[in-house]
């Protein structure tokens, strides 16, 4: 059964939380600096779909290193099938908004998690 587009979001985690959101899934492997747990509001905390620490420090945020993390990054999430599914389900029964706290708002993990979620990029065995 395929995701309808708009039950996957994505919102940096300094903005302010909104009924629109539906179930708030933070998807990085750190807590965003300076954000309380009541004001991230986050359901969910999916530290296992995150880049590994080796990954996320070799891309830096580097543009020019956007394609080979894209890539990476889809082949760690393919590790944790399980971890996706849960995602995949929840995103099916409602809206998902993928919080993440990277500045850059085109190149960072959520981004690459939706594409995945969406069917929008192969990786590996996720289907």
């Given at each position: 059964m395929q995701i309808a587009t708009d039950h996957v979001r994505l919102k940096r985690a300094y903005e302010?939380?909104?009924?629109?959101?539906?179930t708030r899934v933070l998807v990085d492997r750190l807590w965003p600096r300076g954000v309380s747990k009541d004001k991230a509001a986050v359901d969910l905390w999916l530290k296992d779909l995150a880049p590994t620490t080796e990954l996320r420090?070799?891309?830096?945020?580097?543009?020019?290193?956007?394609?080979?993390?894209?890539?990476?990054?889809?082949?760690?999430?393919?590790?944790?099938?399980?971890?996706?599914?849960?995602?995949?389900?929840?995103?099916r029964q409602g809206p998902v908004t993928l919080v993440y706290s990277a500045h850059d708002e085109t190149h960072n993990d959520a981004v690459v998690l939706r594409s995945l979620l969406l069917g929008l990029k192969t990786a590996g065995k996720l289907e």
């Amino acid at each position: 059964m395929q995701i309808a587009t708009d039950h996957v979001r994505l919102k940096r985690a300094y903005e302010p939380p909104a009924r629109a959101d539906g179930t708030r899934v933070l998807v990085d492997r750190l807590w965003p600096r300076g954000v309380s747990k009541d004001k991230a509001a986050v359901d969910l905390w999916l530290k296992d779909l995150a880049p590994t620490t080796e990954l996320r420090t070799w891309f830096g945020h580097d543009p020019d290193r956007w394609p080979e993390f894209r890539e990476r990054y889809a082949a760690e999430v393919c590790q944790h099938p399980e971890t996706f599914g849960r995602l995949r389900e929840l995103a099916r029964q409602g809206p998902v908004t993928l919080v993440y706290s990277a500045h850059d708002e085109t190149h960072n993990d959520a981004v690459v998690l939706r594409s995945l979620l969406l069917g929008l990029k192969t990786a590996g065995k996720l289907e």
